[in-house]
């Protein structure tokens, strides 16, 4: 899941100061899903910025990262002359690569690959770095839950099981270590991984990916 | 057996007990201030550790740090962390200090950006220390980390790493020192050892693995200048094993500094005692002046 945060109301009032009719677009998806941007916090937000004294309305569609979804809104948005989007930053770059006449603004901030551990508790998961290694790490990713991403941990620094650069998280790596132990690979860890392979993730911008071709 | 490519390197191979100070350079642009830090350790050392911006904070760069220790006619043990450079960067300074004549190479994955002090900063860590150690010992072979030929002269340097003996999980730092020993290092320098039974409990570990054969162990110390610096120590720095013995003597010590060099000698007797330690590395934290004395007293 991609896991979003409303931008404050005095952050996106600045974005849209000078603009009068404003379009609120939610999305379906992941942002939906947490109550960040669906249905009901477009209607919510398009409320609050009539109260400012804007032209207001919203709607949602199914998923802002599909173009499929977003063709049909052309002819509404000539009535606006702003669109609020609340899709993560996915479906706001493909509206506005769909849509480069009229100004969209995103209302919130997108901040990782996740999971809702707990009711309103989200943590990240997964970098999306495009060289999976689950298969050696026993299933957890060293990549997004070490902040330095260490393939041959854990640092110097673990200490009781805890990260040394945050202290109130686990050291994945010391997890990664119970784990193998308890299903007799320890001995694995005594590989030197291989570095990782940065022409599959952020060294090789724009990624793009061909269902069915092997790909970079 | 290879000539050895540095004085460190000869003095372990010849069984000698050695002596590294740590050295951080300074916060500016002064040759005149690593000159002096230089002259007030010079003759208590056999090699100077140049931190690579220790706590991920700025200092003068390591290299030049050392290239300035070699132009004093001492030797720099260089540190060189992953945390600022990917591995082009790497090798090309790699490259460039082998040329220059520096022969001691320490690889450290090098602490988090979060913890010094520009937060805000791209934290690297396009490889770790053990990754680090292979592709020096790639480019001794005469591979660079790509795998293409390097054409020409290889650099060649006695190559170290670090470990901390108290971190946890405690049995994993052994086989994690094999993989650093597997990797390249041949000398280890350790963390700063407070906590004596856990550290000889971890070398005999060591030897079973059969890892002291294969590296010589440079055991760390760090003089507590007071009881308020060891009592943080305990309480603020991840990976710290303090016994309250310690603190206990510090806190009821009449003159702090004085009983401090006196700790700091008792532990580095019975580390000197320890069968598999080759030599002590005393981080002096801007301590310089505890240096004679303890010294004196250990060699």
Redesign the interface.
Known sequence: MIVTRPKPLEEVLSFLKGFRKILVLGCRGCVAIYHVGGDKEAKALAQKLSQKGFEASSKSVLRQCDPRYLKDLKEELSQFDAVLSLACGVGVVTFAEMFSEIPVYPGVDTLFCGAQVERGVFQEKCRACGNCLLHLTAGLCPVALC????????????????C????NKP?VW?EI??RLEKQGR?EE??E?????D?SLAEGNSPREYVHGKASK | MERPVSKLQRLLEEGKFVFTVELQPPKNASKEEVRKKLSAIKDFADAVNLTDCSTASVSMSSLAASLITLEEGFEPVWQMTC?DRN?IALQAEILGAYALGVRNLLCM????P??GDHPQAK?V???????LL?LVKGLEEGKF?NGKPLKGERPCFFLGA???PF???LH?RV??L??KA??GARFIQT?GIFNLKKFERFLRLAEEEGILEKVFLIAGIIPPRSFKMLKYMKERV??MDIPDEWIKRMASARDQREEGIKIAVEIGKALKEMKGVRGLHIMLIGWEEALPEIVKALR
Do not use: M, W
Request: proline residues 12%; positive net charge; charged residues 25%.
């Open positions: 902040p330095k991403g260490l393939l041959n941990g854990p640092c110097g620094g673990s200490s009781e099981g805890r040394e650069v945050n202290p050291c010391e270590i119970k320890l860890l005594l030197l991984f291989p570095p990782r940065y | 945390r591995r994955t090098g602490d988090h979060l913890v934290p860590y396009d490889l770790d220390s053990v990754q292979s980390f670090v470990e901390n971190a946890t999980p994993f086989l994690r094999k993989k597997l990797a963390q991840p990976g």
